[in-house]
Protein backbone atom coordinates (compact mmCIF):
# COMPACT_ATOMS: atom_id res chain seq x y z
CA UNK A 1 0.00 0.00 0.00
CA UNK A 2 1.35 3.47 -0.98
CA UNK A 3 1.80 5.77 1.82
CA UNK A 4 0.51 9.61 0.74
CA UNK A 5 2.45 12.67 2.05
CA UNK A 6 -0.42 13.51 3.98
CA UNK A 7 -0.10 10.60 5.71
CA UNK A 8 3.30 10.79 6.42
CA UNK A 9 2.98 14.41 7.46
CA UNK A 10 0.30 13.01 9.66
CA UNK A 11 2.81 10.36 11.00
CA UNK A 12 5.08 12.85 11.66
CA UNK A 13 3.15 15.12 13.19
CA UNK A 14 2.28 12.47 15.66
CA UNK A 15 5.82 11.60 16.55
CA UNK A 16 6.11 15.25 17.10
CA UNK A 17 3.50 15.29 19.72
CA UNK A 18 5.33 12.64 21.92
CA UNK A 19 8.22 13.70 21.10
CA UNK A 20 7.96 17.75 22.12
CA UNK A 21 10.75 19.77 22.67
CA UNK A 22 11.61 20.98 26.48
CA UNK A 23 9.99 24.87 25.28
CA UNK A 24 7.14 23.31 23.12
CA UNK A 25 6.21 21.19 26.62
CA UNK A 26 6.68 23.77 29.06
CA UNK A 27 4.47 26.27 26.48
CA UNK A 28 1.85 23.54 26.11
CA UNK A 29 1.31 22.30 29.38
CA UNK A 30 1.68 25.39 31.40
CA UNK A 31 -0.31 27.78 28.77
CA UNK A 32 -2.14 26.37 25.60
CA UNK A 33 -3.05 23.15 26.61
CA UNK A 34 -6.01 24.70 29.21
CA UNK A 35 -6.11 28.03 27.05
CA UNK A 36 -10.26 28.47 26.51
CA UNK A 37 -9.94 28.80 22.78
CA UNK A 38 -8.32 25.59 21.96
CA UNK A 39 -5.12 24.85 20.47
CA UNK A 40 -3.42 21.84 18.94
CA UNK A 41 -0.28 20.31 18.97
CA UNK A 42 1.90 19.85 15.86
CA UNK A 43 -0.95 20.37 13.25
CA UNK A 44 -0.51 19.21 9.45
CA UNK A 45 -1.62 22.64 7.23
CA UNK A 46 -1.13 21.58 3.46
CA UNK A 47 2.75 20.43 3.41
CA UNK A 48 3.64 22.06 6.52
CA UNK A 49 3.40 21.22 10.06
CA UNK A 50 2.92 23.90 12.87
CA UNK A 51 3.46 23.54 16.46
CA UNK A 52 0.60 24.84 17.97
CA UNK A 53 -2.51 26.11 15.99
CA UNK A 54 -5.90 27.51 16.91
CA UNK A 55 -8.30 27.08 14.22
CA UNK A 56 -10.71 29.14 15.78
CA UNK A 57 -8.48 32.51 15.70
CA UNK A 58 -6.53 30.95 12.56
CA UNK A 59 -3.01 31.55 14.66
CA UNK A 60 -0.11 29.39 14.25
CA UNK A 61 2.44 29.46 16.94
CA UNK A 62 5.89 28.78 16.32
CA UNK A 63 8.66 28.24 18.85
CA UNK A 64 11.96 28.45 17.11
CA UNK A 65 15.40 26.41 18.25
CA UNK A 66 18.81 26.94 17.17
CA UNK A 67 18.08 25.40 13.82
CA UNK A 68 16.08 28.14 12.83
CA UNK A 69 18.65 30.39 12.24
CA UNK A 70 20.48 29.26 8.89
CA UNK A 71 20.10 30.61 5.79
CA UNK A 72 17.94 27.69 4.66
CA UNK A 73 16.06 27.27 7.20
CA UNK A 74 15.24 30.97 7.89
CA UNK A 75 14.28 30.44 3.74
CA UNK A 76 11.82 27.66 4.47
CA UNK A 77 10.45 29.78 7.63
CA UNK A 78 9.50 32.47 4.88
CA UNK A 79 8.20 30.43 2.57
CA UNK A 80 5.73 28.60 5.13
CA UNK A 81 4.64 32.15 6.78
CA UNK A 82 4.09 32.91 3.45
CA UNK A 83 1.92 30.17 2.68
CA UNK A 84 0.03 30.38 6.05
CA UNK A 85 -1.20 34.03 5.15
CA UNK A 86 -2.11 33.03 2.14
CA UNK A 87 -4.40 30.99 4.09
CA UNK A 88 -5.36 33.97 6.40
CA UNK A 89 -3.67 32.09 9.28
CA UNK A 90 -1.49 34.54 11.54
CA UNK A 91 1.65 33.26 12.69
CA UNK A 92 3.45 34.24 15.78
CA UNK A 93 7.14 33.20 16.52
CA UNK A 94 8.76 32.86 19.79
CA UNK A 95 12.36 31.45 20.41
CA UNK A 96 13.09 28.59 22.85
CA UNK A 97 15.15 31.63 25.10
CA UNK A 98 11.78 33.20 24.81
CA UNK A 99 10.22 30.91 26.69
CA UNK A 100 12.70 29.84 28.99
CA UNK A 101 13.32 33.55 30.37
CA UNK A 102 9.70 35.11 29.61
CA UNK A 103 7.17 32.90 29.28
CA UNK A 104 4.51 35.20 31.11
CA UNK A 105 5.57 37.61 27.99
CA UNK A 106 5.11 34.83 25.62
CA UNK A 107 1.80 33.89 26.91
CA UNK A 108 0.19 37.32 27.42
CA UNK A 109 1.36 38.17 23.72
CA UNK A 110 0.01 34.99 22.91
CA UNK A 111 -3.93 36.24 24.40
Given at each position: ?54 R ?10 G ?21 E ?23
Amino acid sequence: MNTTRRQLLAQRAKTMRHQMTYAERRLWYSFLKEYPTPFVAQKVIGSYIVDFYCRRARLSIELDGGGHFSENQERYDRIRTTYLEMLEIKELRFTNEDVYENLEGVCEVIH
